[in-house]
């Protein structure tokens, strides 16, 4: 399965089609071409991942979600 759910394109990633290597090599090429693009994709995909897939942050989602839960009688 692809990450393409985890990231919104052109925001913090250059997001292809499975299984498209013509689409991967025009994305790589973009990427190598435009430093700008580079820099500005990798800073946010940077704080997309550590906003919402660090560890902390989805062990306190997964938290969250098992206290809430209803409770099991003994």
Same mark, same amino acid.
Request: overall charge positive; glycine content about 2%.
């Given at each position: 399965?692809?990450?393409?759910?985890a990231f919104t394109p052109e925001a913090d990633a250059l997001v292809?089609?499975?299984? *498209?290597? *013509? /689409?991967?090599?025009?994305?790589?090429?973009? #990427? #190598?071409? *435009?430093?700008?693009?580079?820099?500005? #994709?990798?800073?946010? /995909?940077?704080?997309?991942?550590?906003?919402?897939? /660090?560890?902390?942050?989805?062990? /306190?989602?997964? *938290?969250?979600?098992?206290?809430? #839960?209803?409770?099991?009688?003994?």
């Open positions: 399965q692809s990450a393409s759910h292809v089609p499975d299984n *498209d290597p *013509d /689409a991967f090599a025009a994305a790589a090429l973009r #990427l #190598l071409q *435009d430093a700008p693009l580079r820099a500005r #994709l990798g800073a946010a /995909a940077r704080a997309t991942v550590e906003s919402r897939h /660090a560890i902390s942050v989805v062990a /306190a989602r997964l *938290d969250a979600e098992l206290r809430a #839960l209803p409770s099991r009688p003994a």
